[in-house]
């Protein structure tokens, strides 16, 4: 059973770097696509971006500007880090994982609460 | 960029009664080459992550209840609960991956 754990500051200072980590575990890293969700607080969900296997990575145009995502197959861990963060940067952030590109998300992490606050 | 426009926003219904759950896309989600439409559905407890119920619009996924079906093609699509349990009081969402990902809104179900 793939399992998925996000990790990461639960607080981070305006116009600072949120920095996340997701670690995957039972499954083989290389054969999914990843991907980045975010969720205020009684609210929707709200793509973030994703990274193939193939090793393109592809951000929500909203965010691009700020995003950057990277994998590292050895440790088997997804990044994410969202720069300038502000306010409405606030929510949980969750790692999940589809069988390929133009899949449902399969598994997902618990989520992670990211305050941004000083 | 697809929009994915839910609705209720919310809906109380009686235990073993229906709830219906309607999602429409800005644009067609059905690949035409393999005829699928790329469409999912979504239930998320409070405090939990979502939890796939639904995939390819009609396909249950393993483990899900026959009590939830998916309906619907193209821009226009269904979640129907057909007796609602107690455990079935979450928030559910549809999810196109026909392009980039995108979300709806939510439909909160509760009991009446």
């Known amino acids: 059973q793939v399992q998925l754990q996000e990790s990461g500051p639960g607080l981070v200072k305006p116009s600072e770097t949120l920095s996340l980590t997701c670690t995957v575990s039972?499954?083989?890293?290389?054969?999914?696509?990843w991907y980045w969700v975010r969720q205020p607080a009684g609210k929707g969900l709200e793509w973030i971006g994703r990274?193939?296997?193939?090793?393109?990575?592809t951000y929500n145009p909203s965010l691009k500007s700020r995003v950057t995502m990277s994998v590292d197959t050895s440790k088997t861990q997804f990044s994410l880090r969202l720069s300038s963060v502000t306010a409405a940067d606030t929510a949980v952030y969750y790692c999940?994982?589809?069988?390929?590109?133009?899949?449902?998300?399969?598994?997902w992490g618990q989520g992670t609460l990211v305050t941004v606050s000083s | 960029d697809i929009v994915m426009t839910q609705s209720p926003d919310s809906l109380a219904v009686s235990l073993g009664e229906r709830a219906t759950i309607n999602c429409k896309s800005s644009?067609?989600?059905?690949?035409?080459?393999?005829?699928?439409?790329?469409l999912a559905w979504y239930q998320q407890k409070p405090g939990q992550p979502p939890k796939l119920l639904i995939y390819?619009?009609?396909t249950r996924e393993s483990g899900v209840p026959d009590r939830f079906s998916g309906s619907g093609s193209g821009t226009d699509f269904t979640l129907t609960i057909s007796s609602l349990q107690a455990e079935d009081v979450a928030v559910y969402f549809c999810?196109?991956?026909?392009?980039?990902?995108?979300f709806g809104g939510g439909t909160k179900v509760e009991i009446k």
């Open positions: 039972g499954g083989s890293i290389s054969s999914y696509s």
């Open positions: 999940a994982i589809s069988s390929g590109a133009n899949l449902p998300f399969n598994y």
């Open positions: 390819w619009a009609s």
């Open positions: 999810h196109q991956y026909y392009t980039t990902p995108s």
């Open positions: 990274f193939h296997g193939s090793g393109t990575t």
């Open positions: 644009q067609s989600v059905l690949y035409s080459s393999n005829n699928k439409n790329y």
